[in-house]
C-alpha cells in the first residue's frame, strides 16, 4: 500500500486483513480544526474547559486563545485507523502519545500512521502515529496498538453525519441586539395582567427596545408586578376597568401619538384586533394586515418567515399579494437585501384543480409586473423543495428561491399555524410574531410565548419602524 491522500466523502470503505498488512504501510488525512469543532467535541464529550470554547477567558491564561483540545488529535488518529489502516472492523487494544504542542483555531492538521511492527502472537500491528501542521511542526505523538479486523470488509462510504452548534434563538438575540441600538419605541402594552405578558414587556423595556405604557386594571398590574418582584416606578400606567376597555384605550393612544406601538398581553386576540381593525378609529391602511411569524430554527441555516398564521383564515389573491408584500417589507427591515419568498403548495405544478397553486403561479406573474417589490418570488413548491437544495435538485427545479427560502407563505391559515407550531414544538424553533400593515407595528404573541419570544417581537417590530 503506497502512501494514501485523502479519500473521497463518497468512496467505498475497505480494510486490511492482519496478513495483507506490511511493515512501512501509511496513510494520513488532513482536517482543518474549527471553532465549532470545540462547541461540537464539547457537546460530545462534556468537556467545557473554556480553554477550548471561551475566547475572552483563554486569552489570559498561558496560550493566549482558545486551542483544540488534547484528544482532538487523538480522534483524527482513530479516524485514519478506522477508516484507512487497517480500516473498518479494526479493534483498538492501546495508546500511547506525547503532547507536544496545542493546536489552535484554523490549524491544518496532517495525521499520519505508518506500520511499525506486526505481531504473529496476537496478530496486532502497531502504528506509528503523528499529527503536525503543514510545515511539520508536531503536535503530538505516539503509538497504537490494534488487532486488524479477520476478514476483509468492503463497506458503502455513508454520509457524515451532519452536525450543527446552535445557541437556542442566537439569531434572534442578534436582532435584538441590533433594535437595541436604536432609540427606544413608545409601546402601548395591551392588558398585561399576568407575569408572562408583564414580564415579556419589561424584558423588552430592560434591553432598551420600548419605553411601555401599560394599559390595563391597574391593581392586576401591581399583582404581576408583585409576583415578579418587579419595580414600577417611573412606568406609566393607564388605568382600565376590563380587557376589551384595554384594547380600546391602547389603540385610541396609538392615535392619539402616545405610543408607536402597539402589543398584546393578556387578551383574547379577537378582542385585541377588534378596535384595532374597526374602519373609524382603528389603525387599517389599504393594504390587508397580516401576520408573520419570524422563526429561529435550530436545524435552518437563517431565519425563516413563515405567514399567515394568525390572521387571515382562507386568504384570496388579493389579500396573499398583501401578505407577501408585507412579509418581505419585515424581511427587508430585518436587514435581508432581497427576500426570497416561497408560495407554498401540496405540489410544484400549477394544477386547475388547486387553488394553491394558481395563486402561487398568479402571485409570482404580479411580481414580475412590479406588483409585488423588493423580493424574489417562485411557487408553488412544496415544504421540502421550499428549504431543502437537495429536495429542490431532485425535483429537478432551477429556482433561486427553491431550496433557500427566507419567507414560507402558506396558502392558509391552518397550514402556516400548523406549520409554525410544528417547527416550534418539534423541531426546537423560538418564534416571534407581528403584524404588518397597520399603521404601526403589532406585536401579537400567543398568550404561551415565552418571554424572549415577545422581547424579539419587540425588537422586530423597532425594526420595521426604523425603516419607515
Request: with cysteine; charged share 25%.
Amino acid at each position: 500500500m503506497a502512501d494514501a491522500d485523502i479519500l473521497p466523502d463518497d468512496g467505498p470503505l475497505e480494510s486490511l486483513t492482519f496478513d495483507e498488512i506490511e511493515p512501512g504501510m501509511s496513510a494520513e488525512l488532513r482536517r482543518v480544526f474549527r471553532e465549532e469543532d470545540a462547541l461540537l467535541f464539547a457537546a460530545v464529550s462534556g468537556e467545557m474547559d473554556p480553554l477550548h470554547l471561551n475566547r475572552s477567558v483563554a486569552e489570559s491564561l498561558p496560550f493566549k486563545d482558545v486551542i483544540a483540545p488534547g484528544m482532538w488529535a487523538a480522534a483524527l488518529i482513530s479516524s485514519v485507523i478506522g477508516t484507512r489502516l487497517p480500516g473498518p472492523g479494526t479493534a483498538y487494544l492501546r495508546q500511547e502519545l506525547r503532547f507536544v504542542r496545542p493546536v489552535a483555531i484554523g490549524e491544518a492538521s496532517l495525521v499520519r500512521v505508518s506500520v511499525a511492527e506486526k505481531r504473529a502472537d496476537d496478530r496486532s500491528i502497531v502504528l506509528d502515529c503523528v499529527c503536525a501542521d503543514e510545515a511539520g511542526d508536531i503536535a503530538a505523538e505516539g503509538r497504537v496498538e490494534v488487532r486488524p479486523p479477520s476478514e476483509k470488509l468492503h463497506i458503502a462510504r455513508g454520509q457524515r453525519p451532519e452536525a450543527f452548534i446552535h445557541e437556542r434563538g442566537d439569531r434572534l438575540n442578534a436582532l435584538i441586539a441590533r433594535a437595541a441600538s436604536l432609540p427606544p419605541l413608545k409601546a402601548a402594552v395591551t392588558h398585561p395582567v399576568d407575569t408572562l405578558s408583564f414580564s415579556g414587556a419589561l424584558g423588552a423595556a430592560e434591553a432598551g427596545l420600548i419605553v411601555p405604557v401599560l394599559v390595563g386594571p391597574k391593581h392586576r398590574i401591581d399583582k404581576a408586578a408583585a409576583e415578579l418582584g418587579a419595580d414600577l416606578s417611573g412606568i406609566e400606567i393607564i388605568d382600565t376597568p376590563h380587557s376589551h376597555a384595554s384594547a380600546a384605550r391602547a389603540v385610541a393612544l396609538i392615535n392619539e401619538g402616545g405610543a408607536h406601538m402597539l402589543i398584546k398581553g393578556a387578551v383574547h386576540t379577537h378582542e385585541f384586533l377588534e378596535p384595532v381593525v374597526a374602519r373609524q378609529g382603528g389603525l387599517r391602511r389599504e393594504e390587508r394586515m397580516s401576520h408573520v411569524y419570524v422563526m429561529d430554527v435550530p436545524a435552518y441555516p437563517k431565519l425563516l418567515l413563515v405567514t399567515d398564521a394568525a390572521l387571515n383564515i382562507t386568504p384570496d389573491l388579493s389579500c396573499k399579494a398583501d401578505m407577501a408584500q408585507n412579509a418581505i417589507n419585515l424581511a427587508r427591515a430585518m436587514g435581508i437585501e432581497t427576500p426570497k419568498l416561497a408560495i407554498l403548495a401540496a405540489v410544484e405544478e400549477v394544477s386547475p384543480l388547486m387553488q394553491a397553486t394558481l395563486d402561487a403561479a398568479a402571485l409570482c406573474k404580479m411580481a414580475d409586473r412590479g406588483q409585488i417589490k423588493g423580493g424574489l418570488l417562485d411557487g408553488p413548491l412544496a415544504f421540502d423543495n421550499a428549504i431543502s437544495p437537495r429536495a429542490a435538485k431532485a425535483k429537478g427545479i432551477v429556482s433561486q428561491v427553491a431550496g433557500d427560502a427566507d419567507i414560507l407563505l402558506a396558502p392558509d391559515l391552518g397550514a402556516a399555524n400548523m406549520l409554525a407550531k410544528q417547527l416550534d414544538y418539534l423541531a426546537g424553533a423560538v418564534a416571534a410574531g407581528v403584524v404588518m400593515g397597520a399603521k404601526v407595528p403589532i406585536v401579537l404573541p400567543s398568550r404561551s410565548e415565552e418571554a424572549m419570544s415577545r422581547i424579539a417581537a419587540c425588537a422586530l417590530a423597532r425594526l420595521v419602524a426604523a425603516s419607515g
